[in-house]
């Protein structure tokens, strides 16, 4: 199978894509990525051909934005139809049987579809929180640009979901047909998370995405750590220099740092309520403390669902330091918060959602033989 993946600069949206595409290159396949430039180390690094966009908005998650400002920049990117266009000329160029977009590029999801290529959404969120959007202040301002969200997000013939069906905010209907929900696709070997004996090591880690307001939330979060029993590594990424932070004497700060070399022996993660993070914490077994960095993101929603199954707590950002404090110390404690995420975890790494994805298109996508229309390089 020859595929193509759209994806954008959004942080937690590419380690399912990647997941996805390196299973579909170990069965014989070829997979090769359509996003922005700050994307392409993270996918060459795993060994996938890159290509940025052209005809598309140049986009930078990381870069400092207002409210109003990132909300307007992030919409216009959802909206853009010069990724689709992009799309459209590279599966042109070499054999392409299905183009898989994130489903956070709207404008581009609708202009690959109606050029006849086969199409697949990749939804790396909670289907419901996504559609429920069409009705709040982003399906508004799409609209103003030309975007209907929710017909865009239903026309695919198959919407691939790496999020957990039960993680899904209470809805009356059904989801659509098209709708699968494959669960959580891996970023590590599966294993539960043993933690090291003496103090507890506690991993901190907010989005990549720069929000407003993050950075202070960062310090309230390292003062409250700060003078408990645990040693806390924290990783900021390219959105917050960790030369700005306050650093406790039992607090080590990274740009980067891969959480693999972290996660297996944590006892606790606190984060943002980005579905990757979550869902990386969740797959070893870990509780979380979750701290939503923006209200129209998922991330909310994200921390209802963790806290419906018992495996955490969610506060708001503008939480103070003694509710953070008193929160890490709750969740570092046995309770029933330990077996619920231990129980999660344990299903999670039962199936690779990235596996369950690649059955779906090899089952409902054939190699097409020709070009779709309008595919011819320019």
Same mark, same amino acid.
């Not at 030309?146 to 790496?162: D, F, N, Q, Y």
């Given at each position: 199978?020859?595929?193509?993946?759209?994806?954008?600069?959004?942080?937690?949206?590419?380690?399912? +894509?990647?997941?996805?595409?390196?299973?579909?290159?170990?069965?014989?396949?070829?997979?090769?990525?359509?996003?922005? #430039?700050?994307?392409?180390?993270?996918? #060459? $690094?795993?060994?996938?051909?890159?290509?940025?966009?052209?005809?598309?908005?140049?986009?930078?998650?990381?870069?400092?934005?207002?409210? /109003?400002?990132?909300? $307007?920049? /992030?919409?216009?990117?959802?909206?853009?139809?010069?990724?689709?266009?992009?799309? @459209?000329?590279?599966?042109?160029?070499?054999?392409?049987?299905?183009?898989?977009?994130?489903?956070?590029?709207?404008?581009?999801?609708?202009?690959?579809?109606?050029?006849?290529?086969?199409?697949?959404?990749?939804?790396?969120?909670? %289907?419901? %929180?996504?559609?429920? #959007?069409?009705?709040?202040?982003?399906?508004?301002?799409?609209?103003?640009?030309? !975007?209907?969200?929710?017909?865009?997000?239903?026309?695919?013939?198959?919407?691939?979901?790496?999020?957990?069906?039960?993680?899904?905010?209470?809805?009356?209907?059904?989801?659509?047909?098209?709708? $699968?929900?494959?669960?959580?696709?891996?970023?590590?070997?599966?294993?539960?998370?043993?933690?090291?004996?003496?103090?507890?090591?506690?991993?901190?880690?907010?989005?990549?995405?720069?929000?407003?307001?993050?950075? $202070?939330?960062?310090?309230? !979060?390292?003062?409250?750590?700060?003078?408990?029993?645990?040693?806390?590594?924290?990783?900021?990424?390219?959105?917050?220099?960790?030369?700005?932070?306050?650093?406790? +004497?039992?607090?080590?700060?990274?740009?980067?740092?891969?959480?693999?070399?972290?996660?297996?022996?944590?006892?606790?993660?606190?984060?943002?309520?980005?579905?990757?993070?979550?869902?990386?914490?969740?797959?070893?077994? !870990?509780?979380?403390?979750?701290?939503?960095?923006?209200?129209?993101?998922?991330?909310?929603? @994200?921390?209802?669902?963790? #806290?419906?199954?018992?495996?955490?707590?969610?506060?708001?950002?503008?939480?103070?330091?003694?509710?953070?404090?008193?929160?890490?110390?709750?969740?570092?404690?046995?309770?029933?918060?330990?077996?619920?995420?231990?129980?999660?975890?344990?299903?999670?790494? /039962?199936?690779?959602?990235?596996?369950?994805?690649?059955? /779906?298109?090899?089952?409902?996508?054939?190699?097409?033989?020709?070009?779709?229309?309008?595919?011819?390089?320019?």
């Amino acid at each position: 199978m020859h595929t193509l993946f759209v994806t954008v600069d959004a942080g937690g949206n590419l380690p399912p +894509a990647l997941g996805i595409a390196r299973e579909i290159v170990r069965r014989g396949g070829t997979a090769r990525f359509l996003g922005h #430039e700050p994307q392409r180390a993270a996918i #060459e $690094r795993a060994g996938l051909p890159f290509t940025a966009v052209r005809d598309g908005l140049a986009y930078d998650a990381a870069a400092p934005r207002s409210t /109003l400002s990132g909300l $307007r920049d /992030l919409t216009a990117v959802f909206a853009d139809r010069g990724i689709g266009a992009d799309a @459209i000329r590279l599966a042109g160029q070499e054999p392409t049987d299905v183009v898989i977009v994130d489903c956070l590029l709207l404008g581009a999801l609708d202009t690959v579809r109606r050029a006849g290529l086969p199409t697949v959404s990749l939804v790396h969120t909670l %289907f419901g %929180f996504f559609e429920g #959007e069409a009705r709040g202040p982003v399906g508004a301002i799409l609209r103003l640009r030309g !975007i209907r969200m929710r017909p865009i997000l239903h026309a695919p013939e198959l919407s691939l979901v790496t999020v957990r069906a039960d993680f899904e905010p209470p809805r009356r209907a059904p989801f659509p047909a098209s709708v $699968r929900h494959v669960g959580p696709v891996w970023q590590d070997p599966p294993r539960a998370a043993e933690p090291a004996p003496g103090r507890p090591r506690v991993l901190v880690s907010l989005s990549t995405t720069r929000f407003p307001g993050q950075d $202070r939330a960062l310090q309230r !979060i390292l003062d409250a750590v700060g003078g408990l029993d645990l040693d806390a590594v924290v990783t900021t990424g390219p959105s917050i220099d960790p030369a700005t932070l306050r650093a406790p +004497a039992n607090a080590t700060v990274h740009r980067h740092l891969d959480h693999a070399e972290v996660m297996p022996s944590a006892s606790l993660v606190i984060g943002h309520g980005g579905h990757s993070t979550t869902a990386r914490a969740l797959a070893y077994g !870990i509780p979380l403390l979750v701290l939503p960095m923006h209200p129209l993101m998922d991330q909310t929603a @994200i921390g209802r669902a963790l #806290e419906r199954h018992g495996a955490g707590r969610m506060l708001p950002r503008t939480a103070g330091v003694e509710t953070i404090r008193a929160a890490v110390t709750d969740l570092l404690a046995d309770g029933p918060h330990r077996g619920a995420a231990a129980r999660l975890g344990a299903d999670i790494r /039962l199936a690779d959602g990235a596996a369950t994805a690649v059955d /779906l298109l090899e089952t409902t996508h054939q190699p097409i033989s020709r070009p779709p229309r309008g595919a011819g390089g320019r």
